[in-house]
């Protein structure tokens, strides 16, 4: 077990690592293209300075991302050699097909990086559309991918083989329309309140306003509607969950027994040992009417579930609830934005801006809770009701090290990333600085006519 458990911790870090990167790629370059188009159009300075800055931002994180994906390709082999044996013919296509997306993105952002003043304006500017449009496809590949896990479909398990494999009915499971459209609005949720919060830092403390204002608007306008539209795909993810996996949905409700009208826990302390949950509010009936549509419907409780079927109860209801917390709380941060928009003396408001600051990170604990919902609210298996986890997992010992190893790899790549967008952020503003400087010392020049002496 020493070896599984250091094979699913490997698993976690590297995923929970480079899912961040991946959902600022997905969305930064939406960003740029705003940016690009408001310079386009008013030829205003400060857009193509902060078209250029996300430009940076957006090169940055696509090798990151690159880097910490392919190394989750190669785990995929390495620590869960039988899921693949038998998975790897059956989700090849998303797999393929997301290589092909991060074929494209990478030509594009090459078009975008070094086609300033030598491609049509027009035709430059699409091909940063090109890179976001991409890279959203290829995170809804993936997580189609992470959809057939489970919901297994598109083949035959017969005697315990996989037969009749159709790769087109795996790639378009039952799970992936829910799973893509959550985690899609996550990313988009995530990275614009994340982005927004570090510009509104930046005018916290008065550096470069003018740019970091419009920087602000476009970010939080991305945010705050993605913020509005998630409650609608968790509620279809919930329902989907339901029915497919109901002892998921129990975990994640912290629900032991089996009852009509079940209420729903907001909070709570779960003992695993007990089997009970304490210090919850209860919301009559209202689990039964989120999950089936019925206030009187029947909900499943995890006591009906095999013991050696039950995920880690407590994990999966503390981050099912830190997630909707957190979506919660961000979905009135953006209210509160659009309401700043007829309230203009807000802006002039330092705990407006702190508001922001506070919830920046905030977007990215939740996708993280979000994928320990899904990742270990399916547990114990790795294919939902085909294989265990402990069945898939490499029997080559010595585990341990390799964990290590990526832990501390990953740690450096962490801190160069930082290291490095700190330094973009303070090149931006001294370079806005330096060209204050430049036009005033320039504006209030005088010519004169020299000195008309005899000599």
């Avoid at 998975?87 to 952002?109: C, Q």
């Avoid at 499943?300 to 039950?310: A, I, M, R, S, T």
Wanted: aromatic letters at 14%; a neutral charge; one cysteine or more.
């Amino acid at each position: 077990m020493e070896n599984l458990d250091y094979a699913r911790l490997q698993m976690a870090f590297t995923l929970g690592f480079h899912i961040i990167f991946a959902c600022i790629g997905m969305v930064m370059p939406f960003f740029m293209v705003v940016s690009h188009h408001k310079w386009l159009k008013t030829r205003n300075p400060i857009y193509k300075r902060l078209t250029m800055a996300w430009l940076k931002g957006v090169a940055i994180f696509f090798v990151t991302g690159a880097v910490s994906g392919t190394a989750l390709s190669f785990e995929l082999g390495m620590l869960w050699p039988e899921f693949m044996k038998h998975a790897g013919p059956i989700i090849g296509m998303p797999f393929s097909l997301e290589g092909a997306a991060f074929f494209v993105e990478a030509i594009a952002l090459g078009f975008y990086l070094y086609g300033w003043n030598k491609l049509p304006e027009k035709f430059h500017w699409f091909t940063g559309v090109i890179i976001g449009v991409a890279g959203v496809a290829s995170g809804i590949l993936v997580v189609s991918a992470n959809g057939w896990m489970n919901a297994p479909s598109g083949f035959d398990y017969i005697n315990g083989e996989f037969t009749n494999i159709d790769p087109v009915a795996a790639l378009l499971n039952p799970a992936w329309f829910t799973q893509a459209l959550h985690m899609t609005l996550a990313a988009f949720v995530a990275t614009s309140f994340g982005v927004a919060g570090i510009h509104a830092f930046q005018i916290f403390r008065k550096r470069n306003v003018e740019l970091h204002i419009r920087a602000f608007k476009i970010a939080i306008v991305f945010g705050a509607i993605a913020a509005f539209l998630q409650p609608i795909s968790g509620d279809l993810s919930a329902k989907d969950v339901a029915e497919r996996q109901p002892v998921k949905l129990a975990a994640m409700e912290a629900h032991y027994e089996t009852q009509k009208g079940a209420p729903l826990y907001i909070g709570g302390i779960v003992d695993e040992e007990t089997r009970t949950v304490s210090n919850k509010i209860e919301i009559p009936k209202a689990l039964s009417f989120l999950a089936f549509g019925d206030f009187n419907a029947e909900v499943k409780g995890l006591n009906d579930f095999p013991d050696d079927e039950l995920p880690p109860v407590a994990i999966v209801h503390y981050a099912f609830q830190t997630m909707v917390g957190i979506g919660t709380l961000l979905m009135f941060a953006g209210l509160i934005y659009f309401i700043s928009l007829r309230k203009k003396n807000w802006l002039q408001n330092k705990y407006y801006w702190l508001l922001f600051i506070a919830v920046a990170p905030l977007g990215f604990v939740a996708i993280e809770a979000g994928w320990i919902v899904t990742e270990v609210g399916r547990q114990p298996w790795i294919i939902h009701q085909i294989m265990r986890t402990e069945d898939a997992v490499t029997p080559m010992p010595g585990m341990k090290y390799s964990f290590f190893y990526y832990l501390f790899l990953y740690t450096v790549l962490a801190i160069t990333v930082t290291w490095l967008m700190n330094r973009q952020i303070r090149s931006l503003n001294r370079e806005t600085a330096e060209e204050k400087v430049k036009n005033t010392s320039e504006k209030n020049f005088k010519p004169t006519g020299g000195n008309k002496s005899k000599d």
